[in-house]
């Protein structure tokens, strides 16, 4: 039988495994809202879609995975699994953005639109707030269902 530790480090590697897949994903959508001429807040809303798909599909991965609960301790409500769910993804959106924000810059394409191809504090501090959002929600989400199967 697999214990909570096993579980997790399951976890850790399907998120390195997404990592690429992610980037590519961007990409695809970049590149489609290019040919479509759709550059004004392509930044944001890409990011946004890649994240909120990979948070479902996180979550999805994680109720595959044999975690044990009721064994687990609950503190203000959060369970110790969730936080160690959680820390499964550190680092994870930080790495996402260095690299739509490197690709944003490199791009020929968004050259002659300034707001999109170098993104300034203001837009990336708004498309931050976004994921910080999307972020809680799959948060509470994974911490619901960790406090429900104990």
């Given at each position: 039988?697999?214990?909570?530790?096993?579980?997790?480090?399951?976890?850790?590697?399907?998120?390195?495994?997404?990592?690429?897949?992610?980037?590519?994903?961007?990409?695809?959508?970049?590149?489609?809202?290019?040919?479509?001429?759709?550059?004004?807040?392509?930044?944001?809303?890409?990011?946004?879609?890649?994240?909120?798909?990979?948070?479902?599909?996180?979550?999805?991965?994680?109720?595959t995975l044999?975690?044990?609960?009721?064994?687990?301790?609950?503190?203000?409500?959060?369970?110790?699994?969730?936080?160690?769910?959680?820390?499964?993804?550190?680092?994870?959106?930080?790495?996402?953005?260095?690299?739509?924000?490197?690709?944003?810059?490199?791009?020929?394409?968004?050259?002659?639109?300034?707001?999109?191809?170098?993104?300034?504090?203001?837009?990336?501090?708004?498309?931050?707030?976004?994921?910080?959002?999307?972020?809680?929600?799959?948060?509470?989400t994974i911490?619901?269902?960790?406090?429900?199967?104990?």
């Amino acid at each position: 039988m697999m214990n909570n530790a096993d579980s997790i480090a399951q976890l850790c590697r399907y998120i390195a495994e997404r990592k690429p897949v992610l980037k590519k994903q961007y990409e695809q959508l970049l590149a489609q809202d290019l040919s479509r001429q759709q550059w004004d807040g392509c930044f944001q809303r890409n990011v946004l879609i890649v994240l909120e798909q990979a948070y479902d599909e996180a979550l999805a991965f994680v109720k595959t995975l044999p975690f044990d609960s009721a064994a687990s301790s609950v503190n203000q409500g959060l369970s110790n699994v969730t936080q160690q769910a959680l820390g499964a993804f550190d680092g994870f959106v930080d790495d996402f953005l260095v690299f739509v924000v490197d690709k944003h810059r490199t791009s020929c394409a968004l050259s002659n639109f300034p707001d999109e191809h170098k993104p300034d504090k203001t837009y990336v501090n708004a498309v931050m707030r976004d994921i910080a959002g999307l972020w809680q929600s799959f948060a509470l989400t994974i911490n619901a269902y960790f406090l429900e199967c104990r």
